[in-house]
């Protein structure tokens, strides 16, 4: 898997990230969207522990969805967090 991006990146799965980061969401996908330091989270939208409308009372706004149209559930959805 690689990435390409000017911007500095986490990836929740715990692949690319430092140790501190991993000692403090240990996974937790649910408590980094909310807390988070971030400004876009890009997730599979079967994996999106939360509701569109518990999202943007969050503070996201969607900003794309790609559909996978061969597989239902695997669309990738973009956020964009509102300071």
Avoid at 6 to 31: A, C, H, M, Q
Avoid at 34 to 45: N, Q, T
Avoid at 51 to 79: C, D, H
């Amino acid at each position: 898997m690689g990435y390409f991006t000017d911007r500095p990146l986490i990836e929740t799965g715990g692949l690319v990230n430092n140790y501190e980061f991993l000692e403090k969401y240990k996974g937790n996908d649910s408590e980094f969207v909310i807390e988070g330091d971030y400004d876009y989270f890009v997730h599979r939208k079967m994996y999106i522990l939360f509701s569109n409308a518990k999202m943007e009372e969050l503070g996201l706004i969607l900003v794309k969805e790609i559909e996978e149209p061969r597989k239902e559930g695997w669309n990738i959805q973009i956020w964009q967090k509102q300071n």
